[in-house]
């Protein structure tokens, strides 16, 4: 979620979780190491989804380890 409320992605919308393998680099770096600060989309962010320089806001549900 961008911190005006708009959401650029759920999974929750979805349905169905998002798996993925830690520290495999599959997903954004700050998801890999399970730091989210200063990792999300950087200064070039994701156009046209997530502006440049964006603030994101993460809501992670731990389903299993």
Known sequence: TLTDGS???S????GRPF??????GQVI????EG???DYAYGERGY???IPPAATLVFDV???AV
Not at 11 to 14: E, G, L, N, P
Not at 29 to 32: A, Y
């Open 7 to 9: 959401k650029f992605d």
């Open 11 to 14: 999974s929750r919308d979805k």
């Open 19 to 24: 798996q993925f393998n830690i520290g495999a």
């Open 29 to 32: 770096k700050g998801w890999d």
């Open 35 to 37: 730091v989210m600060q």
């Open 47 to 49: 156009p046209p989804v």
């Open 61 to 63: 549900e731990l389903l």
